[in-house]
């Protein structure tokens, strides 16, 4: 019988994550303070950061220890499981096998647990009480609920208006938790307010709802930040999908000749992507493919330049790829992976040509999704159904050509099966973000 599912033991739960960050080719660039536009120390962070973060996210080490608080919550789902898209394969009528790596399988049903449990962790050991964050599709809010709350913190959820509207599930889940979740614009800060006061019917944006959360936090003595992803800590914290995925693949004695990732702010595809990255840097032949949606192209059509990660320009700058902090998402789309920006380690893969980036439509990524249901029978979220899109074009290119492809199953689409229903009966669009419109979005662009 074939390896369907390679299974780790609690105690191969990794007990370091890995940095990438001293293995960038050229490096990262630092970010700015917009002000004088010099690079910003962790000072200034550290309002709204716990400073072991800020050690994380400047570090130079290549590995990172992960607390025992850690790995022992990480043991309620983790080591997820690797698993041998067979049947997938053979509805494909494909030489190629397919592998993927089973994020879905948290608590909350998506990777986001692996940084929010971590984020929750630090903040509690610093004595802070609170923390603020913002959530688009719900699923980075219910991760960080999840976290809080098994850490007694309390958790304020910024929720961008349109799926605060669409997702009362997601509602449900961060309540459940014991997180407070208000809509995004909201009447609470003073940038909300004047969001609101423009335009009172807007649907939000994730660029808002930071806008919003650090806010709260920079006002309250007791509240730090939380962010789900882009940053470089985040991106540290994922790692742990990649240093498992390889020690499953080789229990099986494979090896990828391909990864993939559908990418929003870049995490879960930087998490799985970036130990194969450090065999690639070594001289290993692989390929790294990043997903995105066509109607949101911020590594395919946006630029590569220095950027605020939030609409009102309270972050510092990051050298990243954007569409513009004031690129609002069109709302057609039923799917996560609308942020403006790319975080600066994804970016910089780019930028060295060691991630390949691509764009798929909606309609394309649902009818993957749905092939994918219908074989493997798990029903994905509605982002991961990019990364399979991918991976059954690189299965479907030549069908003859033996190879092995690995891509993260980000997450689960059990709450967001509205989504699907809309797929089935027609309502969804597909929508290539014109170039005119990314012109427009980028004229804002702060100057350097
Ligand atoms: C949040 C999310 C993503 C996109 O975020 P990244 O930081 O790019 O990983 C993708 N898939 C799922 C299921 C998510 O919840």
Redesign the pocket.
């Known amino acids: 019988m074939l390896s369907k599912k390679i299974i780790l033991r609690d105690d191969e739960i990794p007990t370091q994550w890995y940095n990438i960050v001293p293995d960038i080719p050229n490096g990262l660039q630092p970010p700015l303070d917009p002000e004088t536009k010099e690079p910003m120390g962790p000072e200034k962070l550290a309002v709204v950061f716990p400073m072991s973060l800020l050690e994380q996210e400047m570090s130079g080490e290549r590995y990172i220890d992960i607390p025992e608080e850690i790995r022992e919550i990480y043991s309620i789902w983790r080591p997820t499981p690797l698993v041998r898209a067979d049947k997938l394969e053979k509805a494909l009528n494909t030489k190629a096998k397919i592998y993927y790596k089973y994020?879905?399988a948290s608590p909350v049903?998506?990777?986001?647990p692996n940084s929010a449990i971590a984020q929750a962790y630090y903040n509690k050991k610093e004595g802070v009480k609170r923390l603020a964050t913002e959530t688009?599709?719900g699923?980075?809010g219910s991760a960080l609920s999840f976290a809080t709350n098994k850490f007694g913190l309390e958790c304020k959820v910024y929720m961008v208006r349109i799926s605060f509207d669409q997702k009362p599930y997601r509602k449900a889940m961060m309540h459940t938790y014991g997180a407070e979740i208000i809509a995004s614009p909201s009447s609470e800060t003073a940038f909300g307010r004047s969001v609101l006061e423009k335009d009172p019917d807007t649907p939000g944006s994730l660029g808002i709802a930071i806008s919003e959360a650090l806010e709260d936090a920079a006002g309250r003595e007791d509240t730090k930040y939380a962010l789900?992803?882009?940053l470089n800590h985040?991106i540290h914290h994922?790692t742990v999908v990649g240093l498992e995925a390889k020690k499953q693949m080789e229990i099986v004695g494979d090896y990828p000749d391909i990864v993939i990732?559908?990418?929003?702010?870049?995490?879960?595809?930087a998490?799985i992507a970036a130990p194969y990255i450090a065999d690639y840097l070594a001289g290993k032949k692989v390929r790294f493919v990043g997903v995105e949606p066509a109607s949101c192209p911020t590594l395919t059509k946006g630029v590569y330049t220095y950027d605020f990660g939030d609409v009102a320009q309270l972050t510092p700058l990051l050298s990243m790829y954007t569409l513009g902090h004031d690129f609002i998402p069109p709302g057609i789309h039923a799917g996560?992976?609308r942020y403006h920006a790319m975080?600066p380690i994804v970016s910089a893969l780019v930028r060295e040509k060691i991630i390949e980036p691509i764009s798929v439509r909606q309609l394309e990524c649902f009818e993957a999704g749905v092939l994918f249901a219908r074989t493997e029978g798990i029903i994905p979220?509605p982002?991961?159904n990019h990364a399979i899109r991918a991976a059954i074009i690189e299965a479907t290119k030549d069908k003859n050509e033996p190879k092995t492809i690995l891509f993260n199953l980000?997450?689960h689409g059990l709450l967001d099966l509205g989504a699907y229903e809309q797929f089935f009966s027609g309502n969804l669009k597909n929508y290539d973000y014109p170039a005119e419109a990314v012109a427009e979005a980028t004229k804002n662009l702060p100057k350097i």
């Open positions: 994020e879905g049903g998506s990777h986001k688009g599709a699923q980075w789900g992803s882009v985040v994922q990732g559908c990418c929003g702010g870049g995490s879960n595809f998490g996560g992976l975080s979220a982002e991961s980000s997450g």
